[in-house]
């Protein structure tokens, strides 16, 4: 049985570098590549959670400015009427 040139030749014993070496190129070149779209994809979404949190804390400010206004109004109210209160009892 005959075995052909090239079969024959990838038998002999080579280096595990050498042998694999363009393999191995490819794969460090996915590795990187892959690595580079995690970090652009962990970025786009640290700016997208950014947004999300300014446009929470947003409404949070609006409906606390809002309620803030409605409580100062209320306090200022309710030192009138004690103020009146203890104007009214020292005389």
Known sequence: MRLK???VHSLN????DVRYDVLLRRW???QELMNL???VSSQVEQIESAG???????TIEQRWGAQNEVT???EREKMGKFQFHELFAQI
Do not use: A, C, N, V
């Open 5 to 7: 040139g090239s079969f």
């Open 13 to 16: 014993w080579q280096p595990f």
């Open 28 to 30: 460090k070149e996915h």
């Open 37 to 39: 779209e995690m970090r």
């Open 52 to 58: 999300k949190l300014d446009e929470m804390l947003r």
């Open 72 to 74: 100062e109004k209320w």
